[in-house]
């Protein structure tokens, strides 16, 4: 294989099925000034240009559901169910981006002849209009390769920016055929550019460049906050959506069966690997062995196979390092005490990781005080609504969180005291509206994503003020 060629390797079986170009740092700086140029394009194109841009892309995703979803499988280990509604969800994206962006960018015209100081604003017309910032650096994760590039470009070019897409090195193809999309329905070729290469070697570019004015980023909270860090530094704007460890309390009083057949799914939905599965499960004593019971036998029952069989509840994880990861997790459990049980094993080749389940579980093992992306979950129990929120709110994640029970008060006050972006009664934790707001408390990010919330980060607000001769 040549140095300059990226082998992009199918986690469920490891064979080859692309490849992409491992740029260097010359490359991607002339990626991010053909952007600029793009921008200088976008920002001046009229609004109705731009929405109508953005619905074709919905309809080409539409079209090319099916071939998008088979690569999503192939290339991320996504179950085809589930790369069929991921490529949906981008194709409704890009179409909300379309309908709401005239509403954030209406601007406001301020009665400032309210204001004494300074004098003559009885004769003064003040407005404020909201305008691109520029080239965005949108860094994108491995697991939703085709929804969060649609989450970070809809919004971006809606408002009339330019984008530079890194996608992770391990689904880097489906970000290739996103660009190939957004060309076809008529963006200019230089509007949105894709890097390709590994990120020790042109991170720092897509970060540092002066023509970078945002960077937006989906991953790890040990990778945002250095990322941050330094962009901040430079005066660059970020949305950074990073780790969680969303915990799911289940009180005395709840639906055990509908409680476990959720959870199974909000844990194990994507073989774990998502920010907003529940990745805690907290259950009053009372009814603890009897969820732990149900939660056990629903878990069995799932398919853990191929992801482009039409059965498969669970596919693989994205590579042998999460494997080895994922390894550390239950030894450092059973080190410390924890009973681990495999509730259900895949196919012995690739990447696959069997489902496990970690009881009698202590705040110092990895499994609750880390983010574990992959398919173990923790079941801890506790005698009171107090522990369960101290247990809850434990670590330095806060991204969603959820509560079972038939008390709504008792919810609504629990709530009160989970610290996380959203408290969900009733129902998983991967709950996610597309346009509203998604983020989280503590280390879980800093900004919000939801296409409005980004399109208004994603812009500068400027006043004009207009005195009356």
């Known amino acids: 294989m040549s140095l300059e060629v990226i082998e992009v390797r199918s986690p469920s079986n490891l064979k080859v099925i692309g490849t992409v170009k491992r740029m260097n740092k010359d490359e991607v700086r002339g990626e991010i000034e053909e952007a600029y140029k793009g921008f200088e394009i976008i920002s001046k194109m009229p609004l109705y240009k731009r929405t109508a841009i953005l619905r074709k892309v919905s309809e080409i995703?539409?079209?090319?559901?099916?071939?998008?979803?088979?690569?999503?499988?192939?290339?991320?280990?996504?179950?085809?169910?589930?790369?069929?509604?991921?490529?949906?969800?981008?194709?409704r994206l890009f179409r909300q981006a379309a309908e709401e962006v005239g509403m954030v960018l209406e601007g406001k015209n301020y009665r400032v002849d309210a204001y004494e100081y300074p004098p003559g604003n009885e004769n003064r017309i003040v407005v404020s209009t909201r305008e691109p910032i520029g080239v965005v650096t949108a860094i994108l994760p491995f697991n939703f390769p085709i929804n969060s590039f649609a989450h970070k470009v809809a919004p971006a070019l809606a408002v009339g920016n330019s984008v530079v897409v890194k996608p992770s090195i391990n689904t880097p193809l489906a970000a290739v055929e996103?660009?190939?999309?957004?060309v076809e329905a008529g963006l200019p070729d230089s509007a949105v550019r894709v890097v390709t290469g590994y990120s020790s070697e042109i991170g720092d570019e897509i970060i540092t460049h002066p023509l970078v004015g945002l960077i937006t980023l989906t991953g790890s909270t040990q990778t945002g906050l250095k990322i941050a860090s330094k962009a901040v530094s430079l005066g660059k704007r970020i949305i950074m959506e990073l780790g969680g460890s969303d915990p799911i309390i289940v009180l005395e009083d709840a639906n055990i069966e509908r409680a476990s057949s959720i959870a199974v799914r909000a844990r194990f939905e994507y073989a774990g690997q998502n920010c907003n599965a529940g990745k805690r499960i907290i259950v009053r004593q009372e009814v603890y062995d009897k969820f732990v019971?149900?939660?056990?036998?629903?878990?069995?029952?799932?398919?853990?196979?191929?992801?482009?069989?039409e059965t498969t509840d669970v596919g693989p994880v994205i590579n042998k390092e999460s494997v080895e990861n994922l390894n550390s997790v239950l030894e450092d459990a059973k080190v410390k005490g924890g009973r681990v049980e495999i509730l259900n094993r895949g196919p012995e080749s690739g990447s696959f990781f069997p489902l496990a389940m970690v009881t009698n579980p202590s705040l110092d093992m990895l499994v609750l005080k880390s983010e574990v992306f992959g398919p173990i979950v923790p079941i801890v129990s506790v005698k009171s609504d107090?522990?369960?929120?101290?247990?809850?709110?434990?670590?330095?994640?806060?991204?969603?969180?959820?509560?079972?029970?038939?008390?709504?008060?008792?919810?609504?006050?629990?709530?009160?005291?989970?610290?996380?972006?959203?408290?969900?009664?009733?129902?998983?934790?991967?709950?996610?509206?597309?346009?509203?707001?998604?983020?989280?408390?503590?280390?879980?990010?800093i900004g919000r994503e939801g296409v409005r919330e980004t399109m208004l980060e994603m812009t500068e607000n400027k006043l004009i003020a207009i005195t009356l001769l």
């Open 61 to 91: 995703l539409e079209r090319e559901q099916e071939r998008l979803a088979r690569l999503l499988a192939m290339e991320a280990g996504k179950p085809i169910r589930d790369s069929r509604v991921e490529v949906l969800r981008a194709s």
């Open 386 to 445: 107090e522990e369960a929120i101290r247990i809850a709110n434990s670590t330095e994640y806060g991204l969603q969180s959820a509560i079972f029970t038939n008390d709504v008060n008792r919810a609504l006050k629990l709530s009160r005291e989970l610290k996380f972006g959203a408290v969900i009664i009733n129902d998983s934790t991967r709950l996610r509206w597309d346009s509203l707001p998604f983020g989280g408390f503590k280390k879980t990010g």
């Open 293 to 309: 019971k149900v939660f056990n036998e629903k878990a069995k029952a799932l398919k853990v196979g191929d992801p482009l069989d």
């Open 178 to 182: 996103m660009k190939k999309i957004l």
